[in-house]
Nanobody, 126 residues
Framework: QVQLVEFGGGSVQAGGSLRLSCGAS????????MAWFRQAPGQEREGVAA???????RRIDSMRARFTISKDNSKNTLYLQMIRLKPEDTAMYYC????????????????????WGQGTQVTVSS
């Protein structure tokens, strides 16, 4: 059974940093496209970044300079390093996975993913 568990959320002041982790079990992460999404209250779930099975990263252009996605297949763990956080980054952050090598051009569509974690809350205060 595939399970994804996120860690690392919390409350920070604007300009601060956080690193989110997503531990995967039940499958080898090396075979999966994995991604981070976020959802603020009253908003749709939004793709933040994704990484292909070979480590190729895909990110939303507006977040490219501040968010970095990476994956350690030896630990079956996905990461999201976030710097210079802004209040508008406040949201629940979710890890997602789908069994395919390339995340493809639709990587930021939530319906492309099969497996989801329970989410970790990130709150950025001004």
């Amino acid at each position: 059974q595939v399970q994804l568990v996120e860690f690392g959320g919390g409350s920070v002041q604007a300009g601060g940093s956080l690193r989110l982790s997503c531990g995967a079990s039940g499958y080898p992460s090396s075979r999966y496209c994995m991604a981070w999404f976020r959802q603020a209250p009253g908003q749709e779930r939004e793709g933040v970044a994704a990484v292909d099975s070979d480590g190729t990263a895909r990110r939303i252009d507006s977040m490219r300079a501040r968010f970095t996605i990476s994956k350690d297949n030896s630990k079956n763990t996905l990461y999201l390093q976030m710097i210079r956080l802004k209040p508008e980054d406040t949201a629940m952050y979710y890890c997602a996975a789908v069994l395919r090598q390339s995340c493809g051009s639709d990587w930021d569509r939530a319906d492309e993913y099969t497996y989801w974690g329970q989410g970790t809350q990130v709150t950025v205060s001004s």
